[in-house]
């Protein structure tokens, strides 16, 4: 038997020049690294994605739509306080990361923007209950700021407004953008549309947590963070066809892939819509059952997704392609370049 994978299986290092720290000139005008089904490698570019599709596939969308999450303010003893939401619970209740000197406890007011005023009523997990004196969404629209990833070193401006968002975004909630879908703007859909590929959509809200590596070596103890998922019926519906015409399902982001194959945990045949939290680990061994293809941008040391594509394209392949990556100096992480994933026969 082999041996067990740990942490370290999925670790590599990455020149930080290497780290992207503002989009590309255009959405469509990234490099792509090619990963074909038998594990070789071919550079090209994001804006070559049809000669990659056949007749029939199918693209499948997270329409998640960043929230300006970040809130900065203070408790009513004076302390400096910094809110993250997490997740919008009710209209005026929201679970979040409250970062201050002294964590504060249930029953504490904070006053955020100058202008809101929020008590904390408990903890969740690693979470802070809030509720807040107006509706959180108007709150966050009004006064929030863009919750660029740790690794973007900028505040964020009109650019990132802009380009830290799908064209096709709709539904808020999320605190990270899907970024696999940052490449595409409304011309190359309107080109893919004209060539007869189909698309649909599925939504999972990205929280924090998919920028925390995973701090356990032993992967059998990890415990993922959750996020909500919605795969309706029109999705539904669109993949049966897709499946009876012979084409792919090909997953845009890690997590489009996260909502199938969740739902599929619950329905392996994916007859029905599902919805709910998700806690899904993919690590390799893993039995994909919906996704055939997949375009993602290049993921973090020890992280899950890192995980979810080793164990889609195949562990050794990983290391090729990630390597190959550094050596022709692709751009890293959320404003950095794509990957186009078949997954693998060797797998």
Same mark, same amino acid.
């Not at 970040?70 to 400096?80: D, M």
């Given at each position: 038997m082999p041996a067990p994978l740990s942490l370290l299986d999925f670790d590599y290092v990455l020149p930080s020049e290497l780290i992207a720290q503002t989009p590309a000139a255009t959405r469509t005008s990234s490099r792509m690294l090619h990963v074909d089904?038998?594990?070789?490698?071919?550079?090209?570019? +994001?804006?070559?994605?049809?000669?990659?599709?056949?007749?029939?596939?199918?693209?499948?969308?997270?329409?998640?739509?960043?929230?300006?999450?970040?809130?900065?303010?203070?408790?009513?003893?004076?302390?400096?306080?910094?809110?993250?939401?997490?997740?919008?619970?009710?209209?005026?209740?929201?679970?979040?990361h409250v970062r201050s000197s002294k964590?504060?406890?249930?029953?504490?007011?904070?006053?955020?923007?100058?202008?809101?005023?929020?008590?904390?009523?408990?903890?969740?997990?690693?979470? +802070?209950?809030?509720?807040?004196?107006?509706?959180?969404?108007?709150?966050?629209?009004?006064?929030?700021?863009?919750?660029?990833?740790?690794?973007?070193?900028?505040?964020?401006?009109?650019?990132?407004?802009?380009?830290?968002?799908?064209?096709? &975004?709709?539904?808020?909630? &999320?605190?990270? &953008?899907?970024?696999?879908?940052?490449?595409?703007d409304e011309a190359m859909l309107a080109q893919l549309e004209q060539l007869g590929i189909e698309r649909t959509f599925v939504t999972l809200h990205v929280g924090a947590g998919t920028f925390q590596p995973v701090r356990d070596g032993d992967l059998a103890k990890h415990v993922m963070?959750?996020?909500?998922?919605?795969?309706?019926?029109?999705?539904?519906?669109?993949?049966?066809?897709?499946?009876?015409?012979?084409?792919?399902?090909?997953?845009?982001?890690?997590?489009?892939?996260?909502?199938?194959?969740?739902?599929?945990?619950?329905?392996?045949?994916l007859s029905s819509p599902q919805s709910g939290d998700t806690r899904l680990f993919i690590t390799p061994g893993f039995d994909y059952k919906i996704v055939d293809a997949m375009i993602t941008n290049f993921h973090l040391p020890q992280s899950t997704l890192l995980m979810l594509v080793s164990a889609f394209i195949g562990l050794d392949t990983m290391k090729h392609a990630y390597q190959h990556a550094i050596q022709e100096r692709y751009r890293f992480f959320s404003y950095g370049d794509a990957m186009f994933l078949e997954r693998t026969t060797r797998n």
């Open positions: 089904a038998a594990g070789a490698l071919h550079d090209t570019q +994001f804006s070559a994605l049809a000669k990659l599709l056949q007749p029939n596939d199918l693209l499948v969308f997270n329409d998640t739509r960043v929230m300006q999450a970040r809130l900065l303010g203070q408790k009513a003893t004076g302390g400096k306080v910094e809110v993250l939401i997490e997740r919008i619970t009710a209209t005026d209740e929201a679970l979040a964590s504060p406890g249930a029953g504490t007011a904070l006053r955020l923007a100058d202008a809101v005023d929020v008590t904390v009523l408990g903890r969740s997990d690693d979470l +802070f209950v809030l509720k807040f004196n107006a509706p959180v969404l108007e709150v966050l629209e009004e006064h929030g700021a863009l919750p660029l990833p740790p690794y973007i070193t900028h505040q964020p401006d009109e650019q990132d407004m802009q380009r830290y968002q799908t064209v096709y &975004a709709r539904e808020p909630g &999320a605190v990270a &953008a899907p970024t696999a879908g940052l490449h595409f963070h959750a996020e909500w998922y919605t795969v309706p019926d029109s999705t539904v519906q669109a993949i049966a066809r897709a499946r009876a015409a012979g084409g792919r399902v090909i997953a845009v982001g890690t997590t489009s892939v996260r909502a199938l194959e969740s739902a599929a945990t619950l329905d392996p045949t």
